[in-house]
Structure formats: structure tokens, C-alpha cells
């Protein structure tokens, strides 16, 4: 199961983060949002691609294999942001995922992805967010089927996702598509046990953000390790 803490932007809590047993970091792009990051890093900077840590406990995944170290993925959150300023903070932060969280068309999909790969960053992922209230909204993933890598189901309110609150996770049989999701929108520290009872085909992980914040962008890193751990 991916696991994805999204919201980040304080340098020793992303420090401390990464060293736990994650998948994805999440870093907000949106002006907007109280997680919004200004300066946190450079390509080779704050955000971490590994850690001594992780180099010390890989483990070979066979007699033959060769030790693997477990790449934590840099994503940046936008919300119908310009393609170049998409562009430009895929370069300066080395992305390796775009998620986006506005209204973006297939078409601006497709062009941002043939303008970033292979040329600024090949093999980069896209995962479009949608919004959920009720079983019909997930009609509008069949607009991004075959163009995005992954979906990310999240709370439909007023804001643009951190909303702390959950929708109806037995609505998730009402996605027939072929491309895995995540499920986000309020997931908290006691939800571990109604995420491993999910059984839906495509469903790929999880994204954590405000119900294990201390304050807005920095999380509590004792409350994520305890929940990685009934999770794992």
C-alpha cells in the first residue's frame, strides 16, 4: 500500500518524516493554502531522496538482488496553475509526481506531460484529485482515463482539499474505472483498520495530511509512525 503525507513544508519536520516507512511526500503549490510552500528546498536541498538510515536497513529483496533503497517520491500539489510554473517547480524541487487539483482538462494534461518528459524530468507521473460527495461524482474520472497515472479521491468542500473530513468510503464501489486511486479527505489515527477492509481492485494507498498535523504544515511524526505501523 502506498503511503503518501501530503502538506509538508517545515525543513526538520520533513527531515524526521523521511525517515519513516512512506512512499510519497506531498508539497503544496497552491498560494492559497495554509501547507503553501515558499522556499523549503533545492534540487538537492531539505527534501530528501534518501537517508542514511535507509541506506543502512535496505534489504535484498532476493539471494540475487542487488539491496534496494526505497525512493521517497517528491509531489507537488497545483490548483489550476499556469503549465509553466508547473514546469519550473518540477526542475527546481525534482518532482517525480504533478497532482492536480483544479480543473484541469485532459488536453492541458497531455501537453503538460509531453513538455516535461522526457526532456525536464522523464517518466514523470500525473494524478488528478477528485472531488467526492456522492457516487455520481466519480463520472468525471472517465475524462482523464488513460492520461493520468492515478486518481486521488478526496473530501468535495469548499476549500481545495485539508478539509479534515471524510466521505462516504462505501462509494468507492461506484468506480468502475481502470486507473489505481488513493484515498484522501480526513483519514485520521483511528482509520487503520477500516483501510486495510477496503477491497476495491484499483485501490493503490493512502494520502495523510490535517488529522495528523500539530499545526498547519508540520505533522506529527510519533502519531504517523504508530498508524504506519497498524497499517503495515
Known amino acids: ?18 525517515q519513516l516507512d512512506i512512499d510519497m511526500m506531498g508539497f503544496i503549490f497552491w498560494p492559497q493554502s495554509p501547507r503553501y510552500v515558499q522556499m523549503i528546498s533545492s534540487r538537492a536541498g531539505i527534501i530528501p531522496d534518501y537517508s542514511e538510515e535507509r541506506l543502512k536497513s535496505c534489504k535484498k529483496i532476493s539471494p540475487e538482488s542487488p539491496a534496494e533503497i526505497k525512493k521517497i517520491k517528491r509531489v507537488g500539489v497545483f490548483v489550476d496553475d499556469m503549465p509553466q510554473n508547473i514546469i519550473t517547480r518540477v526542475f527546481n524541487y ?30 514523470i507521473q500525473v494524478i488528478k484529485a477528485i472531488s467526492i460527495e456522492k457516487e455520481a461524482d466519480f463520472a468525471a474520472c472517465q ?70 498535523e500539530t499545526s498547519p504544515g508540520v505533522k506529527d511524526v510519533e502519531m504517523i509512525q504508530k498508524f504506519i505501523s497498524k497499517l503495515r
Open 1 to 18: 500500500m502506498i503511503i503518501k503525507v501530503c502538506g509538508l513544508r517545515d525543513a526538520e519536520n520533513i527531515r524526521a518524516i523521511s
Open 94 to 123: 525534482n518532482l517525480d509526481v504533478v497532482q492536480l487539483h483544479g480543473q484541469e482538462s485532459r488536453i492541458m494534461i497531455e501537453n503538460l506531460r509531453r513538455t516535461i518528459d522526457p526532456d525536464i524530468r522523464p517518466g
Open 143 to 212: 475524462d482523464y482515463e488513460g492520461v493520468v497515472d492515478g486518481f486521488l479521491f478526496d473530501t468535495k468542500c469548499p476549500s481545495v482539499g485539508g478539509s479534515g473530513t471524510q466521505f462516504n468510503w462505501s462509494m468507492l464501489k461506484a468506480y468502475q474505472g481502470q486507473t489505481p486511486f488513493l484515498l484522501s479527505g480526513g483519514i485520521g489515527p483511528d482509520d487503520a483498520d477500516a483501510i486495510k477492509a477496503i477491497q476495491h481492485p484499483q485501490f493503490a494507498g493512502i494520502d495523510l495530511n490535517s488529522r495528523f
